[in-house]
């Protein structure tokens, strides 16, 4: 490279290479220094074990060259090779070197990361051949999930009494296939969202609520690993929205899974009439629909259909248009779910040297599939609304790659849990999608009077991105991989002394702009360098048209105002064009929220944050969310859409607060807006 850019600068040669090149950063030791390095005692004489990743080379004897270098310095310092595989594309080295032979690494230029072994989150000896005899359930109330799948192992001795009713409503002659693995995978997900933690832990195992469930899939015939595909007595929307009617109308079932997705990703011109349906039934009957992004595929080489290596491209795979999120995951009022990863790191098994997996603990599982949903907007965040744990991928030393890992892969119930193995490995969105369900459900059985609207809207708020997930600099990048983060039921449900949550769950006419109070409480407006959390989450339901451009009714959006008079706030608000994307109060009153309000123009489910170390002292003590609604050209003069229901959830959280108790202060809900304007 250097002989490269010598030649450049003296002749000019291989400028249609420089010359679009903008920046050259340097890629120092800290760019190299990986997980759990920074961790180890840099003082210490001992040795330490840690992996080191050599950069591709394009050819095994240059690989081989750079793998030499590194195994010089080792030795050079009293350390020895564990473990060894190389080749051009990827060459892995476990070495046990002391603190100045880590030194040495991190500063040559060969080695690309050093890290410490990663370890399986869940060592599959603590639970492969668990007897069932030596595993305690307790059972805790909560909201009963409906799930649409395929039928489950209601006689596996953990799911026993859970599954309160497995129903088909297909004619008496329909001819089922025999029960596969997917729906007893699914409900066990549902029911069990701790599993991990306490086979860990040898803790008692944790069963949160109960299912309801309708078979509406059955095993792919034509499949030789038994994927399930829709019952084939009526098209799939048809399937869904009986299922739905029938649960809801009987059982007054609220929370549903569906943990179902199209092979391919879906065509941007034309949603199909499962998703469009999900969406009716949402805002009829006041759901909250649960979906995976759905799977991409990843070949014997470890490559994604748009040719994509899951550990070399990544992340540049998650932007490719064949990763795209397929039906009915674009359902523009559903909740839409990506999988992370659980578990970083295959199971330690004898033999094995150089398995990697995909995706780092906490990351985007290479499968996921990923955003935007439908929309023009091409910064728009509107699919996936959340990720959850779905699993893994590892590729082995031969580079090929392996679907189950036991040290990689989730674990749920099996269906052999009858009479022989209890537990199975998973992986999939499909498994993803009901972890959040779950969290819906938990947040619908705490507040029984919410409407879908309003769990949506706390499901949001209780939302953060991981570690990996707020690496991806880029927001709008980060928001169709990850979306809004990974929801946490206690966030979502509950206030404390130094994080409180307030909500509102109404309705407003269309093409009007509500003004609703938000307190701010003296002792969260003082004070210096501490960091501050304001975020406002907004959900609505508003009617669908596929065969319309604008798949939405409507769209909404929000701002939050300070040091301004509710009166004057309204009088501006009066002379904005609803068509005009600037805001007429640009200046401090306006409180700079991110993502920006133009990012959220396709979504309804939204959540904006400011966060910083300002005090507001010389503010009033009411801050002003302004939620403005705009109906769409087709939508408007619609006698059926003359009002839209929405949620909100307005959060204030400081950490550091010394002394003031924040749920103490503002022991009360935001209910009512203040003002209301309408529109000529």
Request: charged content about 25%; aromatic content about 6%; overall charge negative.
């Amino acid at each position: 490279m250097e002989q490269a850019i010598e030649r450049y600068v003296r002749t000019g040669e291989l400028r249609t290479f420089f010359n679009q090149i903008d920046d050259i950063e340097p890629y120092g030791p800290s760019d190299r220094t990986g997980p759990g390095v920074a961790d180890l005692d840099g003082s210490t004489s001992g040795q330490h074990t840690v992996d080191v990743l050599i950069w591709p080379s394009g050819t095994y004897g240059e690989a081989q060259r750079r793998t030499s270098i590194v195994e010089q310095i080792v030795g050079q310092n009293g350390g020895r090779v564990l473990l060894r595989s190389v080749s051009a594309r990827r060459s892995y080295l476990r070495v046990s070197v002391s603190s100045a032979g880590l030194d040495d690494l991190l500063n040559n230029s060969v080695v690309e990361l050093a890290r410490t072994p990663p370890v399986p989150f869940l060592d599959f000896r603590d639970w492969r051949d668990l007897d069932i005899s030596t595993i305690s359930r307790s059972e805790v109330a909560s909201e009963v999930v409906g799930v649409l799948d395929d039928s489950p192992e209601s006689a596996h001795p953990l799911l026993r009494g859970l599954v309160v009713s497995d129903e088909s409503l297909g004619p008496p002659t329909y001819p089922w296939q025999q029960r596969g693995t997917h729906g007893t995978e699914v409900v066990g997900r549902v029911l069990f969202p701790a599993l991990h933690e306490e086979l860990r832990d040898a803790l008692p195992i944790s069963a949160i609520g109960s299912v309801r469930v309708v078979r509406i899939l059955e095993p792919d015939p034509a499949r030789p690993d038994g994927a399930p595909r829709f019952a084939t007595y009526a098209p799939p929307h048809v399937l869904v929205e009986e299922a739905i009617r029938h649960l809801h109308g009987t059982h007054g079932v609220r929370i549903f899974n569906l943990s179902i997705g199209y092979a391919e990703p879906f065509n941007d011109l034309h949603l199909g009439p499962l998703t469009e349906t999900i969406d009716d039934l949402v805002r009829e009957l006041g759901l909250v629909v649960v979906l995976p992004t759905g799977n991409a595929p990843a070949d014997l080489s470890a490559r994604t259909p748009s040719g994509h290596h899951i550990i070399a491209d990544k992340p540049d795979f998650f932007f490719a248009h064949e990763h795209r999120l397929s039906e009915p995951g674009p359902a523009a009022l559903a909740v839409t779910v990506g999988a992370l990863a659980l578990s970083g790191a295959p199971a330690e098994l004898p033999g094995r040297v150089g398995w990697q997996a995909a995706a780092d603990a906490d990351e985007a599982a290479p499968f996921s599939r990923t955003g935007p949903g439908l929309g023009t907007n091409s910064r728009r965040a509107n699919k996936p609304d959340v990720t959850h744990y779905g699993g893994n991928l590892v590729v082995s030393d031969t580079g090929n790659v392996v679907h189950n890992d036991l040290g990689a892969s989730l674990i749920s119930t099996s269906t052999r849990g009858s009479g022989g193995q209890i537990f199975a490995t998973v992986n999939g969105t499909s498994y993803a999608a009901p972890a959040v369900a779950r969290v819906a459900a938990d947040i619908a059985y705490a507040y029984p009077d919410a409407s879908g609207n309003l769990v949506r809207a706390l499901l949001a708020a209780g939302s953060a991105p991981t570690p990996p997930a707020a690496a991806l600099a880029e927001l709008h990048r980060r928001n169709r991989v990850y979306g809004l983060g990974l929801p946490d039921v206690d966030r979502a449900t509950t206030s404390d002394a130094r994080r409180v949550t307030m909500t509102y769950d109404g309705e407003m006419p269309v093409d009007t702009v509500q003004i609703h109070p938000l307190p701010i409480p003296e002792a969260f407006r003082q004070g210096s360098r501490r960091d501050r959390v304001v975020s406002i989450a907004l959900a609505f339901d508003p009617p669908v048209r596929r065969q319309r451009r604008e798949y939405l009714a409507g769209t909404m959006k929000f701002n939050v105002y300070r040091d301004i008079d509710p009166d004057e706030l309204a009088e501006i608000l009066k002379r904005q064009d609803p068509d005009d994307p600037a805001d007429l109060i640009n200046d401090r009153r306006k409180l700079k929220l991110q993502p920006g309000v133009n990012t959220y123009t396709h979504s309804t489910l939204q959540l904006r944050s400011w966060v910083g170390r300002d005090s507001f002292v010389n503010d009033d003590e009411t801050f002003l969310i302004a939620v403005t609604h705009k109906a769409q050209t087709w939508a408007r003069n619609d006698p059926t859409y003359e009002h839209q229901g929405y949620a909100l959830a307005a959060t204030l959280e400081d950490r550091e607060l010394a002394t003031a108790d924040l749920h103490q202060t503002l022991r009360q809900q935001l209910r009512l807006p203040s003002r209301v304007r309408l529109r000529a």
